[in-house]
């Protein structure tokens, strides 16, 4: 290739022929991503998973045809030209970055993908001079805005209302699984697994930069740890409780939130009269608000009776508490 000269050729510059192999082309990759769809959804969702199983059909059934075309007119090879060869044309997302997508991610990304189809041909026959051409680029246009209407009708079809309450009550269930419990998990740790070094480095020094400094290295190796053992404790393959990397690191930020909200306040100066109690005060109201965090999210999400949680933390939290104090004033 020459310097400063693209090597993909213009929409405008194709052949019937070589149109006809694109549209084949892309007519089984979407088969292929609605199948991927289908797949990922069939354990949890299987309203949604019919959908897409029906939608790759519908794209089989179309390439089927358009080959069929194709093989009338041109024989049953088709000629060597990929969709990065052609300058804009289509392009999807990579098979690994869909399977991360939740079912109404899916259904989006499924519009989006008819939609950008049938705009690109419908462009792409306003571009071209090649009558025939212009004529195949309409009939697929129409063709994915009928995908478009079809995937409609198939949701209504599939997604009942007792469809699509089973369906939320599986992503809440999701959600709690990945987000959730593993950010509870690194809150809990963090604000109350951090409170014995703290505190007892606080009034063992009674210097809160020195206080700052353990509380500070508390806090990122508990984040640190608590991440790598969220990860490597469950792959999710079984559990159904996601990506073990993306568990891992919301369960460290969370455990490294937690022990720095309370690590924060010792950053108060030295210089400042009465520094040290000044920090240990507001250290110890934000240990509270962590405290009535960790007890709001397992009513929420747990089911746990509010008042019950809160005497659990609350109690766990004085007692690693007292325990630092003791320490530190040893």
């Known amino acids: 290739m020459i310097p400063g000269f693209s090597s993909q050729r213009p929409i405008a ?18 088969s292929r991503i609605y199948q991927v769809f289908a797949d990922q959804c069939v354990e949890q969702f299987p309203a949604t998973a019919q ?20 093989r009338t007119r041109f024989g049953e090879h088709l000629p060597p ?5 052609v300058r804009g044309f289509i392009t999807r997302r990579p098979v690994w970055w869909t399977k991360n997508l939740n079912p109404e991610k ?5 519009s989006l993908m008819e939609m950008q189809a049938a705009n690109f041909y419908e462009k792409a026959a306003s571009q071209t001079l090649d009558i025939g051409v212009r004529e195949t680029f309409l009939a697929l246009a129409e063709a994915e805005r009928g995908h478009e209407k079809k995937a409609d009708t198939l949701k209504g079809a599939h997604l009942t209302d007792t469809a699509k309450d089973e369906e939320a009550t599986a992503r809440h ?11 509870l998990a690194g809150l809990i ?7 014995a070094p703290l505190f007892a480095a606080a009034f063992a020094t009674q210097n809160n930069w020195e206080t700052f400094l353990v509380g500070l290295a508390a806090s990122v190796g508990a984040g640190i740890s608590m991440g790598i053992t969220e990860a490597m404790s469950d792959d999710g393959v079984i559990s159904g409780r996601g990506a073990p990397w993306l568990r891992g690191v919301v369960c460290g930020v969370m455990t490294a939130v937690g022990g720095l909200g309370h690590t924060l306040p010792y950053l ?18 934000i240990v509270a608000i962590e405290l009535f965090v960790i007890a709001w999210v397992r009513t929420k999400y747990m089911d746990t009776p509010f008042l019950r949680s809160m005497f659990q933390v609350v109690i766990g939290g004085v007692l690693v508490l007292l325990a630092g104090i003791f320490i530190g004033s040893a």
């Open 189 to 195: 740790d963090g604000s109350v697994s951090t409170l």
């Open 81 to 85: 030209i990929r969709r990065e060869d």
């Open 51 to 70: 959908i897409f199983a029906d939608m790759a059909e519908e794209e089989r059934e179309h390439r089927a045809r358009l080959f069929e075309i194709y």
């Open 106 to 110: 899916m259904r989006e990304e499924a």
């Open 268 to 285: 108060v100066p030295n210089s400042m009269p009465n520094a040290f109690y000044i920090a240990t005060a507001i250290a110890a109201f």
């Open 173 to 183: 269930r999701q959600f709690v699984l990945t987000y959730v419990q593993p950010g």
């Open 13 to 30: 510059d194709l052949t019937e022929r070589e149109v006809l192999a694109l549209a084949i082309a892309n007519e089984e990759e979407d």
